[in-house]
């Protein structure tokens, strides 16, 4: 599965962006998707993700309430609205696919596949 992130950019605090991932060719519906952001110098971190089973949603608890994930099979794109962007925010944003369990849906180590990432700078 190659995945492609898209829609990155500057916007100014409080702004909003929305992020897309396509996956061209694959079987995207078996998958499911996440994202996952990291700032110069930091870890990794999750950031959302969709299951493909029942389309329930998972958040980081510094983004909730502020981004929202969806998808859309027929399209094999998932998207990650982000509104309410704060400077620590700013990051190279990845998809990524995999089919993890449930204890790993916020693990780097729960994906397979992974996107090249998406530059998002939000300035104060």
């Known amino acids: 599965v190659q995945l492609q992130a898209s829609g990155g950019g500057l916007v100014q605090a409080g702004g909003a962006l929305r992020l897309s991932c396509a996956a061209p060719g694959g079987t995207f519906s078996s998958y499911t998707m996440g994202w996952f952001r990291q700032a110069p110098g930091k870890e990794r971190e999750f950031v959302a993700t969709?299951?493909?089973?029942?389309?329930?949603?998972y958040y980081a608890d510094s983004v909730k309430g502020r981004f929202t994930i969806t998808r859309d099979n027929a399209k094999n794109t998932v998207y990650l609205q982000m509104n309410s962007l704060k400077p620590e925010d700013t990051a190279v944003y990845f998809c990524?696919?995999?089919?993890?369990?449930?204890?790993?849906?916020?693990?780097?180590?729960?994906?397979?596949?992974w996107g090249q990432g998406t530059l998002v700078t939000v300035s104060s």
């Open positions: 990524a696919a995999g089919v993890p369990i449930l204890s790993s849906l916020a693990k780097v180590s729960g994906y397979r596949y």
């Open positions: 969709i299951r493909w089973s029942i389309g329930s949603t």
